[in-house]
């Protein structure tokens, strides 16, 4: 990898394609399309989720990501109240319309599967006790692919 000198820029480069690298790898997708499905899924949730939690989630994030995060952001308007996973996924649609054609749902479980690994659980419990149940259970079924989930999780869903 080339340095640029500082270390700070060459680690969140290095941690931001290791996030994208894996979305990649379950889409089948490149780096582009996994660039453009991580910052809609992770915008998204910002705009979802009340504005402490929102920044606490940032924290979480590489620093090349938190930038993506943060784009086009307006707190005065948050949070959204998507109450179902249909209006959740049209967000996220909506996010994507005008880049390559990419299934919603299979991006948004790369995505939601991707932050679940590299972020605090606990941070990530936070963030999904504050979405709606039927968001929640979506979260938690993408992670229980992957038989990431606990059954305490899939109790605190019901």
């Not at 790898?25 to 929102?54: I, K, N, S, Y």
């Not at 090349?64 to 959204?80: C, K, N, S, V």
């Not at 039927?134 to 019901?158: I, K, M």
Request: hydrophobic content about 45%; glycine content about 6%.
């Amino acid at each position: 990898m080339a340095s640029s000198g500082l270390d700070v820029f060459d680690k969140t480069l290095q941690t931001t394609n290791i996030w994208l690298d894996g979305i990649m790898a379950e889409l089948g997708c490149d780096r582009q399309q996994a660039w453009h499905a991580l910052g809609a899924v992770l915008r998204t949730l910002r705009d979802r989720v009340p504005l402490e939690l929102a920044a606490h989630l940032s924290a979480q994030l590489p620093l090349i990501l938190r930038g993506a995060y943060y784009d086009q952001w307006h707190p005065a308007a948050q949070p959204e109240r998507h109450r179902t996973l249909d209006e959740f996924l049209a967000r996220i649609g909506a996010e994507l319309h005008g880049t390559r054609p990419v299934d919603v749902e299979a991006a948004t479980r790369a995505v939601l599967r991707t932050l679940s690994r590299h972020a605090d659980a606990g941070q990530i419990r936070k963030v999904m006790d504050a979405l709606p149940r039927e968001v929640r259970s979506f979260w938690l079924t993408a992670l229980a692919a992957n038989d990431a989930v606990t059954p305490a999780d899939r109790r605190a869903v019901s």
